[in-house]
């Protein structure tokens, strides 16, 4: 049986636990030596995936940006950008969004309803797979893992997340925590509310606390509760 990946949740929030603001700009929550590090976790990885909601919101280029890295991973035998993964239940995708347009190879998961839908947005853009009539994030992972994912990192959203936190399938957490205080109802969070695995009493372990300038990343296991 091919093993699924190792699953990395990468997040910068408020102190109040927040991913964004309600603007129409997006809220920069990392510093420049953050967002240097995530670079560095992004070239560490075989596989980002984002939602579509976020792709639709942000319009991310999703790439490593260090010359050095992709150099890097091109000398492991490795492709120069990890594969580019995105999940549609809607089948609600924009072709010209940078995401297809940028970096080397893409692929969605999405449903049956969906898949002609996704295929006549994008045409040979990204690879397409239906996980079935829903979406299934077990699914997802076992054929990211035939695919020879052994490392996904999944930058958002907040649905994306607490899905994958209340299925106890997320490894590793990545939070970056910025000195903001943002409180506006509706703008979204890291997490939501779920089923979470034990509770509210259950305790991660924690891996690491580190000050980056003036954001503290916080480094969780969330199998590891106590």
């Given at each position: ?12 929030t ?20 953050d ?10 990885c075989?596989?980002?995936l984002?939602?579509?909601?976020t ?44 995401f ?29 797979v ?6 299934d ?39 970056a925590?910025?000195?903001?205080l943002?409180g ?8 939501g ?10 305790r ?16 969780y ?6």
């Amino acid at each position: 049986m091919t093993a699924r990946p190792y699953v990395l949740l990468s997040a910068a929030t408020s102190v109040d636990g927040y991913l964004d603001d309600t603007s129409p700009e997006r809220l920069l929550l990392s510093n420049a030596d953050d967002f240097d590090r995530v670079d560095e976790v992004r070239a560490s990885c075989d596989a980002i995936l984002i939602g579509a909601t976020t792709m639709r919101k942000d319009n991310p280029r999703l790439l490593v940006n260090s010359e050095e890295r992709r150099a890097k991973r091109l000398a492991e035998g490795r492709s120069e950008y990890p594969l580019k993964v995105t999940v549609t239940a809607s089948g609600d995708l924009d072709a010209s969004l940078k995401f297809w347009h940028f970096g080397g190879q893409k692929l969605i998961f999405t449903v049956d309803p969906a898949v002609d839908k996704v295929i006549a947005a994008l045409g040979d853009l990204a690879d397409v797979v239906s996980v079935g009539p829903e979406l299934d994030w077990g699914l997802v992972l076992d054929e990211l893992g035939r695919r020879g994912v052994g490392r996904l990192m999944v930058e958002g959203g907040g649905t994306i997340h607490t899905q994958l936190m209340a299925q106890n399938l997320a490894d590793e957490v990545h939070l970056a925590v910025a000195p903001l205080l943002v409180g506006q109802v509706g703008a979204p969070k890291f997490l939501g509310a779920a089923d979470y695995p034990g509770g509210s009493t259950s305790r991660m372990r924690l891996l690491e606390a580190r000050p980056i300038g003036d954001v503290v990343l916080l480094r969780y296991a969330p199998k590891e509760r106590g």
